[in-house]
T-cell receptor, first 111, second 113 residues
Framework: GNSVTQMEGPVTLSEEAFLTINCTYT??????LFWYVQYPGEGLQLLLK?????DKGSNKGFEATYRKETTSFHLEKGSVQVSDSAVYFC??????????FGDGTTLTVKP | SAVISQKPSRDICQRGTSLTIQCQVD?????MFWYRQQPGQSLTLIAT?????????ESGFVIDKFPISRPNLTFSTLTVSNMSPEDSSIYLC??????????FGQGTRLTVV
């Protein structure tokens, strides 16, 4: 079946630290992969996406590469800021908009 | 892209009552999706709403509790019926464009007291 497994949180980092949030998936066919971010008290926002193998999605300093061989889509950022504190969701989409989400990872960045 | 307007944005309701959430899309779409996000949890798909047919519900969700309407290609409603405090969640409407994109409304934050 379809599933998304995310690195368990919460994650606490100091400002300017390197961030990795692991994400692996199972899916039939060739899904598109997404990272969404949810800031405190706000709705879900698309952070980045990749639609085929070896694609790299990037936005606001965050990157993730679609690795078909390892069925992974790990989120990385070289230097986090306090303003990056949020909940991050990995997701995939295999059926015309129907998305499957990971459990979410709460990131707290301390100054 | 698609712009989704969802309302109300939040509500506080008495237990035993029902709330209808509206979702309006700025373009015609075949399928619309309703999700629930319980406090501190991830998003769970409630149902898929197709225009002109009954919604398809995921395991654990039933039509009597979450009736859905889909009168045309740009609009859908989700009703949360006979509410209890356990229904306190964020409810989100979503649409997709093929398999490469999914768009979400801002959500309806429901508190049942």
């Amino acid at each position: 079946g379809n599933s998304v497994t995310q690195m368990e949180g919460p994650v606490t980092l100091s400002e300017e630290a390197f961030l990795t949030i692991n994400c692996t998936y199972t899916a039939t066919g060739y899904p598109s992969l997404f990272w969404y971010v949810q800031y405190p008290g706000e709705g879900l926002q698309l952070l980045l996406k990749a639609t085929k193998a070896d694609d790299k999605g990037s936005n606001k300093g965050f990157e993730a590469t679609y690795r078909k061989e390892t069925t992974s889509f790990h989120l990385e950022k070289g230097s986090v800021q306090v303003s990056d504190s949020a909940v991050y969701f990995c997701a995939h989409n295999t059926n015309a908009g129907k998305s499957t989400f990971g459990d979410g990872t709460t990131l707290t960045v301390k100054p | 892209s698609a712009v989704i307007s969802q309302k109300p944005s939040r509500d506080i309701c008495q237990r035993g009552t029902s709330l209808t959430i509206q979702c309006q899309v700025d373009s015609q779409v075949t399928m619309m999706f309703w999700y629930r996000q319980q406090p501190g949890q991830s998003l769970t798909l409630i149902a898929t709403a197709n225009q002109g047919s009954e919604a398809t519900y995921e395991s654990g969700f039933v039509i009597d509790k979450f009736p859905i309407s889909r009168p045309n290609l740009t609009f859908s409603t989700l009703t949360v019926s006979n509410m209890s405090p356990e229904d306190s969640s964020i409810y989100l409407c979503s649409v997709g464009q093929g398999s490469t994109e999914a768009f979400f409304g801002q959500g309806t934050r429901l508190t049942v007291v």
